[in-house]
C-alpha cells in the first residue's frame, strides 16, 4: 500500500519540483552565480543560462528514460504521426500567425549582438535549448504525470495553461496572450499524447519559435 502509494506521488511531486525550477530556480542560480563571481551580464547572461538550461535538459532527458522510455523511440513513429506533426504546425500557423514572444524575448538582444559571436548563444535559447526544454517538462514530464490519458483531456489542459503561465510570468498578465498560449500549448499537448512521442512537439515548437523569428535571424546572421 504504502510502495502504490509513493509510486503515484513521487513523480507527482517531481513534476512540480522541476516546473517551480523552471519557473523561478534557474534565475535564482542564475543571480547567485553573477553576485558570486561579480560577472558582467551583457557578456555572461546567455551563456549562463543556455549552460543551465543544457544541464537541465540532461537531467529532465535522464529521468524521463527511466520512467517513460518508450517516448525518445523514434522509429515507434507511424506516417500518420508525421502528418499529424504537420498538421500542427499549419494550425497554430493558420491562426497564430502574429503571435509573438513573450519570455524570455530575445528580439532586441539579437540586434544587439548583431556583429558578436554572442548573437548564436542568443538565437540558441528559444530556438533550440528552450522549446526543448519546455516539451520535455510542459509535455513529457507533466502529462505524464497528472491525469495521464484523461478521458476529459485533462493531462492537455493542465500542460497548456501551465505552458502559458510560464510565458506569460514575467511580463504581467494579459488575457489575449494568455488564451492564445493556452491554445498552442493545447496543440502540443494534444500531438504529444496522440503520438506518445516527444519530438513530433519538440519539432512543431522548435519551427514555431523559428518562424516567429525569421525576419530578425536573416537581418543579424545574413544582413537581409
Known amino acids: 500500500m504504502i510502495e502504490k502509494l509513493k509510486n503515484k506521488l513521487v513523480p507527482k511531486l517531481l513534476a512540480l519540483f522541476f516546473i517551480v525550477f523552471e519557473l523561478f530556480g534557474v534565475a535564482e542560480i542564475m543571480s547567485i552565480i553573477f553576485w558570486q563571481f561579480d560577472l558582467p551580464t551583457t557578456d555572461y547572461f546567455y551563456p549562463v543560462l543556455n549552460s543551465l538550461t543544457i544541464l537541465f535538459v540532461?537531467?529532465?532527458?535522464?529521468?524521463?528514460?527511466?520512467?517513460?522510455?518508450e517516448m525518445f523511440q523514434i522509429t515507434s513513429l507511424k506516417p500518420l504521426d508525421y502528418l499529424l506533426t504537420l498538421?500542427?504546425?499549419g494550425l497554430i500557423y493558420a491562426y497564430y500567425g502574429k503571435l509573438l514572444f513573450v519570455g524570455a524575448n530575445p528580439d532586441f538582444d539579437l540586434v544587439f549582438f548583431r556583429h558578436s559571436p554572442q548573437a548564436f548563444l542568443v538565437a540558441l535559447q528559444p530556438l533550440v535549448v528552450g522549446p526543448i526544454l519546455e516539451e520535455l517538462l510542459y509535455r513529457g514530464v507533466l502529462m505524464t504525470s497528472f491525469f495521464e490519458k484523461s478521458k476529459y483531456f485533462l493531462d492537455c489542459l493542465l500542460s497548456a495553461i501551465l505552458f502559458s503561465f510560464a510565458h506569460l510570468l514575467s511580463y504581467g498578465f494579459r488575457l489575449d496572450l494568455f488564451e492564445k498560449y493556452v491554445v498552442v500549448g493545447l496543440i502540443l499537448a494534444l500531438l504529444f499524447r496522440k503520438t506518445r512521442s516527444i519530438y513530433p512537439s519538440i519539432l512543431v515548437h522548435m519551427a514555431w519559435?523559428?518562424?516567429?523569428?525569421?525576419?530578425?535571424?536573416?537581418?543579424?546572421?545574413?544582413?537581409?
Open 209 to 224: 519559435n523559428i518562424y516567429l523569428s525569421w525576419h530578425l535571424i536573416t537581418f543579424v546572421f545574413f544582413g537581409q
Open 58 to 69: 540532461v537531467v529532465l532527458v535522464i529521468y524521463l528514460k527511466r520512467i517513460r522510455p
Open 87 to 89: 498538421l500542427a504546425f
